[in-house]
């Protein structure tokens, strides 16, 4: 498998691990060993396949990788990566050159050379990309969508509409607090949008609404507006915080998102306005969500996988057929946030990514439990997982321009060290408790000879 990932301090990285590494099962530990006891020679062990790392880029905080998604269909050979700056670029899997680069925003500071943020302490950030035939697609925080036609050889040759009818330039939701768009992959025209008291809404990228001032940021239009739960059994307003979004199927109507209020909802928007399934998953906002691939949701139960701020990881099986979802398990083994969580299509496993500086494989099912685990160094914010057949054709060899070939024999050394450390030989019970009893004895004796000379002293 290859995964390819994004980091807080600008890298970018190419992690091939074989499909036969697991985790290694704990080393019984002797009960006695001497300090003439050599390590056992591992000559005759088969050689462990290693895991490949290649990395991108320089470090850099102010180039945080915020996003990533794949560079045109499959087979993979590029990969966009959004940055803390405002800049998106295409980088070559292969070699890490950069292909294309496009400047979205400019940071913005206020007097005192401090970032501007909002009212949850960010400055303006990304919240959306996407590539679709080369055409780029990119939104903010802000409620600003930046639709970029591909390189051409001249400005004349540049159209105003790509072949799916997309419009070319920057437009405007006129909403702010956007917390997650997303494209749905089958239908690249229908986006969707939600954030702080911003719920679910659907845009149609074809259809813009024209204003009077030329020079004003055209303005798009939205076809669909989810309508809020009802008021809670006190008849207080529920408040609206969407986090996550995602497309269930190849129809353009089952929508699953996760809010800040740890509430995990689906909704059908050719059936009503609100949702459908309404359920709390856990105590702490929801950070990422993934599915497994189905063609039809109303036919199939969907899997899908979510995590929290605080490290939790639960499956949940959601019925559209009975309108019902409920939690079907949990993974262990996480420390901290994860980030970013992928299911690779026909391979039963869920891939995560968090602050922990791991990027972790589970089991979908059965026991979930873990399968493979990397270290990569950097607290990890995005994540991309590679089908197993564009894999099967090898990964990069030697050392290429821009980036570094890094052989991931951590463990192996580590049984190393760790075997040529000489062991403490502990005493037997037995040895200890005489032991104990002749240090006691002599203490008593002293004790009492110390009162015999001060009775001495006295008399």
């Given at each position: 498998?290859?995964?390819?990932t994004?980091?807080?301090?600008?890298?970018?990285?190419?992690?091939?691990?074989?499909?036969?590494?697991?985790p290694?099962?704990?080393?019984?530990?002797?009960?006695?060993?001497?300090?003439d006891?050599?390590?056992?020679?591992?000559?005759?062990?088969?050689?462990?396949?290693?895991t490949?790392?290649?990395?991108?880029?320089?470090?850099n905080?102010?180039?945080?990788?915020?996003?990533?998604?794949?560079?045109?269909?499959?087979?993979?050979?590029?990969?966009v990566?959004?940055?803390?700056?405002?800049?998106?670029q295409?980088?070559?899997?292969?070699?890490?050159?950069?292909?294309?680069?496009?400047?979205?925003?400019v940071?913005q500071?206020?007097?005192?050379?401090?970032?501007?943020?909002?009212?949850?302490?960010k400055?303006?950030?990304?919240?959306?990309?996407?590539?679709?035939?080369?055409?780029?697609?990119?939104?903010?925080?802000?409620?600003?969508?930046?639709?970029?036609?591909?390189?051409?050889?001249?400005?004349?040759?540049?159209?105003?509409?790509?072949?799916?009818?997309?419009?070319?330039?920057?437009?405007?939701?006129?909403?702010?607090?956007?917390?997650?768009?997303?494209?749905?992959p089958?239908?690249?025209?229908l986006?969707?949008?939600?954030?702080?008291?911003?719920?679910?809404?659907l845009?149609n990228l074809?259809?813009?609404k024209?204003?009077?001032?030329?020079?004003?940021?055209?303005?798009?239009?939205?076809?669909?507006?989810?309508?809020?739960?009802?008021?809670?059994?006190?008849?207080?307003?529920?408040?609206?915080?969407?986090?996550?979004?995602?497309?269930?199927?190849?129809?353009?109507?089952?929508?699953?998102?996760g809010?800040?209020?740890?509430?995990?909802?689906?909704?059908?928007?050719?059936?009503a306005?609100?949702?459908?399934?309404n359920?709390?998953?856990?105590t702490?906002?929801?950070?990422a969500?993934?599915?497994?691939h189905?063609?039809?949701?109303?036919?199939?139960?969907?899997?899908?996988?979510?995590?929290?701020?605080?490290?939790?990881?639960?499956?949940?099986?959601?019925?559209?057929?009975?309108?019902?979802?409920k939690?079907?398990?949990?993974?262990?083994?996480?420390?901290?946030?994860v980030?970013?969580?992928?299911?690779?299509k026909?391979t039963?496993?869920?891939?995560?990514v968090?602050?922990?500086?791991?990027?972790?494989?589970?089991?979908?099912?059965?026991?979930?439990?873990?399968v493979?685990k990397?270290?990569?160094?950097?607290?990890?914010?995005?994540?991309?997982?590679?089908?197993?057949?564009?894999?099967?054709?090898?990964?990069?060899?030697?050392?290429?321009?821009?980036?570094?070939?890094?052989?991931?024999?951590?463990?192996?050394?580590?049984?190393?060290?760790?075997?040529?450390?000489?062991?403490?030989?502990?005493?037997?019970?037995?040895e200890?408790?005489?032991?104990?009893?002749?240090?006691?004895?002599?203490?008593?004796?002293?004790?009492?000879?110390?009162k015999?000379?001060?009775?001495?002293?006295?008399a």
């Open positions: 498998m290859r995964y390819i994004g980091d807080e301090v600008g890298l970018s990285k190419v992690t091939i691990v074989p499909e036969d590494q697991r290694a099962e704990p080393a019984s530990r002797p009960s006695k060993k001497r300090r006891d050599k390590p056992d020679s591992k000559k005759d062990e088969p050689a462990k396949p290693t490949t790392t290649l990395t991108f880029g320089s470090i905080r102010n180039a945080e990788v915020q996003m990533m998604c794949w560079a045109g269909p499959e087979p993979h050979t590029a990969v990566v959004a940055r803390k700056n405002g800049v998106v295409y980088l070559d899997l292969d070699n890490g050159n950069v292909l294309r680069e496009h400047v979205i925003f940071p500071f206020d007097q005192e050379g401090k970032p501007i943020v909002n009212k949850y302490k400055p303006e950030h990304f919240v959306g990309l996407w590539d679709v035939n080369g055409t780029l697609i990119v939104c903010t925080d802000l409620g600003l969508l930046h639709i970029i036609p591909p390189p051409s050889e001249t400005a004349a040759d540049t159209p105003t509409v790509d072949e799916s009818g997309l419009p070319f330039g920057t437009f405007t939701f006129a909403q702010d607090l956007i917390f997650r768009t997303r494209v749905h089958q239908h690249p025209h986006l969707a949008t939600g954030g702080d008291e911003r719920d679910l809404t845009w074809r259809e813009q024209l204003t009077a001032d030329p020079q004003s940021i055209p303005k798009l239009a939205s076809f669909w507006t989810a309508k809020n739960v009802k008021n809670d059994f006190l008849n207080i307003r529920v408040p609206v915080w969407i986090t996550e979004i995602l497309f269930l199927d190849s129809s353009e109507t089952r929508i699953m998102t809010t800040g209020h740890h509430q995990i909802r689906v909704y059908d928007t050719a059936k306005r609100r949702p459908i399934i359920i709390n998953v856990g702490h906002p929801i950070r969500i993934a599915a497994s189905v063609e039809n949701a109303e036919d199939e139960i969907v899997k899908a996988v979510v995590s929290d701020t605080t490290g939790q990881l639960m499956q949940i099986n959601v019925d559209l057929q009975g309108t019902s979802a939690v079907a398990g949990k993974y262990a083994g996480l420390s901290g946030a980030t970013d969580v992928a299911i690779p026909g039963g496993t869920v891939v995560t968090g602050l922990d500086r791991f990027v972790k494989v589970f089991e979908l099912e059965d026991d979930r439990k873990l493979s990397v270290y990569l160094k950097q607290r990890l914010n995005c994540v991309l997982v590679d089908d197993p057949e564009a894999t099967e054709s090898g990964g990069p060899d030697g050392e290429a321009e821009g980036g570094e070939v890094r052989h991931d024999e951590s463990e192996e050394e580590d049984d190393e060290v760790w075997g040529q450390i000489e062991e403490v030989v502990v005493e037997d019970q037995e200890k408790k005489a032991s104990k009893k002749s240090f006691k004895s002599k203490e008593s004796n002293g004790q009492s000879k110390s015999q000379l001060k009775r001495k002293k006295t």
